[in-house]
């Protein structure tokens, strides 16, 4: 079966902090995304990898940063949280062919406070 | 301006009864349409993916269709049960080569109840 982990189910963390939120997959996929998830907002791209230190800005890729120095890891890191990027992360990976399907981690709830 | 809309945003249904889901997309060029099912807490889980020439798919209860012409696509869930609860998302890929991306619907919020 294929896998995704995030590194945390919960975390809680606060306003100016430093966060890395850690990702990793196992089925060799090229591509690797970060999601965030609010109400009434579906989920929204902050950045997609393709390849190892290959990196696309997303939607929303402001107060973010990503790292890709491996092909089974990526990182997201808010580089000074605030109380607004408190919401739902969610990591997938995926082949590179146009049907490839995206598997998704169990996402990361993430509360600034 | 390439988008997908779902509908209805929630749907309350009794247990045992059908329901029908709606996407329309406006994403061009098209190559496939996905629907995903994700439950509270948890990231979405692939239920089916529909390409250009298929017009409708099945996996067990769920059964996908797709009007490529009328850029519409549903997704029929026959004889419920209390685990199908959960909210379900229609995505449309766009982009081609290492800048394909994914549009997604805000998702249908469903309800089955005893």
Request: net charge positive.
């Amino acid at each position: 079966d294929v896998k995704v982990t995030q590194s945390s189910r919960y975390l809680v963390k606060r306003t100016g902090e430093k966060v890395f939120l850690e990702c990793v997959q196992d089925m060799d996929h090229e591509n690797m995304f970060w999601y965030r998830q609010d109400p009434g907002l579906g989920l929204r791209l902050i950045y997609f990898s393709y390849d190892v230190k290959m990196k696309e800005k997303g939607d929303i890729p402001e107060g973010y940063s990503v790292s890709r120095e491996k092909k089974e890891r990526f990182s997201l890191i808010l580089e000074s949280a605030s109380t607004n990027q408190t919401s739902m992360y969610l990591c997938a990976s995926s082949f590179r062919e146009a049907r490839s399907e995206a598997f998704f981690g169990q996402g990361t709830r993430l509360t600034v406070v | 301006k390439n988008q997908v809309e779902q509908s209805p945003q929630s749907l309350i249904i009794l247990e045992g009864k059908n329901c029908t889901l709606q996407c329309n997309y406006t994403v061009s060029p098209f190559s496939n349409l996905r629907w995903y099912k994700q439950d509270t807490g948890r990231g979405p889980v692939s239920l089916t993916i529909m390409t250009f020439s298929e017009n409708t798919k099945s996996n067990g209860r769920y059964t996908a269709t797709l009007d490529a012409d009328t850029k519409q696509s549903s997704l029929h869930i026959t004889a419920s049960q209390l685990s199908d609860s959960a909210s379900y998302i229609c995505v449309v890929p766009f982009g081609a080569g290492n800048n394909r991306k994914l549009i997604w619907g805000l998702g249908t919020s469903l309800a089955v109840n005893p």
